[in-house]
T-cell receptor, first 113, second 110 residues
Framework: DGGITQSPKYLFRKEGQNVTLSCEQNLNHDAMYWYRQDPGQGLRLIYYSQIVNDFQKGDIAEGYSVSREKKESFPLTVTSAQKNPTAFYLC????????????FGPGTRLTVT | EDQVTQSPEALRLQEGESSSLNCSYTVSGLRGLFWYRQDPGKGPEFLFTLYSAGEEKEKERLKATLTKKESFLHITAPKPEDSATYLCAVQAAGYSTLTFGKGTMLLVSP
């Protein structure tokens, strides 16, 4: 089955700790994206990558970091500098050929206390 | 700056009661408009892509239409399993990222 996997589904951390969220895709898509979703807000873009070893900041990149060492993988690190990290995090990918239909993973709910 | 506004924020229907969700957009050259369905605690599921004004697409009880300023998602004779949040997003010409609206939460009661 082709798709996008995110792990874990739920993640709990103490304030001040960095945490890395996993995203893997086997759709052979070039582009991958990280979004954050908060109640009452739309999806907000954190980072995206169109090619291996390259990525760009989205609208809310502060306090986050990413890497793209393999086409299939795009992990997101939530650092201690992120002031309000508790949220639902979504990873997506797209083929990047013209119109950009994005396909999403199941999400990771991060709770920081 | 691209903007997407969805209305209403929430909609409650009786089973079989048809209605429409609205997505108004402002974008400098539309490359594509997308509709997604999102169930609670899950990732959005892709439904439709619309490319140009006048285009329509259908899937089961859903039909999406597009004008130069807005898109409608028509739901005909909805069932309780259609309950979800419906998201609209746009891609501007020359850009690879999407701008999402905040969504419409639909509840269909039996």
């Amino acid at each position: 089955d082709g798709g996008i996997t995110q792990s874990p589904k739920y993640l709990f951390r103490k304030e001040g700790q960095n945490v890395t969220l996993s995203c893997e895709q086997n759709l052979n898509h070039d582009a991958m994206y990280w979004y954050r979703q908060d109640p009452g807000q739309g999806l907000r873009l954190i980072y995206y990558s169109q090619i291996v070893n390259d990525f760009q900041k989205g609208d809310i990149a502060e306090g986050y970091s990413v890497s793209r060492e393999k086409k299939e993988s795009f992990p997101l690190t939530v650092t201690s500098a992120q002031k309000n990290p508790t949220a639902f995090y979504l990873c997506a990918s797209s083929a990047l050929a013209g119109v950009n239909e994005q396909y999403f993973g199941p999400g990771t709910r991060l709770t920081v206390t | 700056e691209d903007q997407v506004t969805q209305s209403p924020e929430a909609l409650r229907l009786q089973e079989g009661e048809s209605s429409s969700l609205n997505c108004s957009y402002t974008v400098s050259g539309l490359r594509g408009l997308f509709w997604y369905r999102q169930d609670p605690g899950k990732g959005p599921e892709f439904l439709f892509t619309l490319y140009s004004a006048g285009e329509e697409k259908e899937k089961e009880r859903l039909k999406a239409t597009l004008t130069k300023k807005e898109s409608f998602l028509h739901i005909t004779a909805p069932k309780p399993e259609d309950s979800a949040t419906y998201l609209c997003a746009v891609q501007a010409a020359g850009y690879s990222t999407l701008t999402f609206g905040k969504g419409t939460m639909l509840l269909v009661s039996p």
